[in-house]
């Protein structure tokens, strides 16, 4: 989402003359997008902030911008902190980012003379902001609010615009993407409405909630070979008792019969998982390795539990470290080999991959693939898998 945000400021810069340049001493300004869900990402975002302090006093007319959730949660401490901060934008402001630029009156020292930033492969389209969940470790409602859709024809018109800018994969972003409903069009009318609009050969949402995948959705979707089938689907815990504590809005089984059916319409399923909330017991955490094997996921991301300032769970007795340190290491040699074991079971199987590069691309499933002939990047190929190793499937082509 950050990316698409980023993608979104960026282009309000660049309606105002700017471009985009990697060396920081020709830039006028640095735009800095953040994110608080773990406090070390907010923590790296600060730090930086403060060593551009004697970049903006070599030439007093540079502009520092701080934009997304950190500057969202930390606010105007932030301008008090560092006095020398320019633009201070909220994740809840983004829509507002160009007025906020032209009430700042800062354009470019010159004309445009770098290389504005190239639009990829992969569309990123914002579908939704905010959460009206309310886990109880997550600052996210409190950053970005409750959720608001945006209409499907306001929608599928930058999809148009993106496809026609060449974009081939559309990824469609929402915190909660598949509760998407603008009152007209549900979730799964709008991935086949997407995937009809002309040059988009895929379509991809991140980051869904288990709840949502309903029969109904898999029904409407299960038809349509452009809809990929990777899905990227927090489980957070396998114990049900924390997973109440975290007010995840499901238990443990109602997450397996979820993932099971999205298995049955040929989904990977990718997930992420938190060692050591603070009521986690030694026999919850076995829970959850126990989800590992049960669930069958293709890959997974485990993080130790991250108080975040305000949530319900940052008023719980933390854990000790040392606990943490352990149960991360044991889920992690856990997780070591699943991609290993979901890239092998491809061999022998027929993908159709997004070609990326010339010999390289991604099947619906999210396997990165090499083809031994060449192909015009954007196309989309359908090969053999010969053979796989840890990282890579091998076509015979
Ligand atoms: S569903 Fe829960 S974890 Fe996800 S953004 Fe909303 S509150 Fe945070």
Known sequence: MNLADSEEMFAQLAARGFCATENLEEADAVLINTCTVRDHAEHRAVSFLGRLGSWKKEKPNRRIIFTGCA???????????????????????????????????????????????????????????????????????????????????????EVRHKAANGAKEIMLLGQTVNAYTDGAVSFADLLNKTSEIPGVQRVRFTSPHPIYFTPAFLNAIKDNPKIARHVHLPSQSGSSKVLAEMKRGYTREILLEKIQALKEVGFQISTDLIVGFPTETEEDF??????????????????????????????????????????????????????????????GTVQEVLMES????????????????????????????????????????
């Open 71 to 157: 500057a969202q949660r930390l606010g105007k401490q932030l301008k008090k902190q560092f006095p020398f901060l320019d633009i201070l934008s909220g994740a809840k402001e983004i829509e507002q980012f160009g007025d906020t630029l032209d009430q700042s009156g800062f354009f470019p020292s010159q004309g445009p003379q770098g290389e504005p930033l190239q639009p990829g492969l992969t569309g990123y389209v914002t579908i939704m902001r905010g959460c009206n969940f309310a886990c109880t470790y997550c600052i996210v409602p409190t950053v970005r609010g409750p959720i608001k859709c945006l209409s499907h024809e306001h929608i599928l018109e």
């Open 286 to 347: 076995a829970q959850t390795l126990s989800l590992v094997d049960a669930a069958g996921f293709s890959t997974a991301y485990c993080y130790k539990y991250s108080p975040r300032p305000g949530t319900p769970a940052a008023q719980m007795k933390l854990l000790n470290q040392n606990i943490l340190e352990q149960r991360l290491d044991i889920l992690l040699n856990k997780v070591r080999g699943l991609a290993q074991a979901a890239y092998q079971a491809q061999v």
């Open 358 to 397: 010339q010999t390289k691309g991604r099947s619906s499933g999210s396997f990165w693939v090499k083809t031994r002939k060449t192909y015009s990047v954007g196309s989309v190929v359908r090969v053999e898998i010969e053979k796989a190793d840890e990282t890579l499937l091998f076509a015979r082509d």
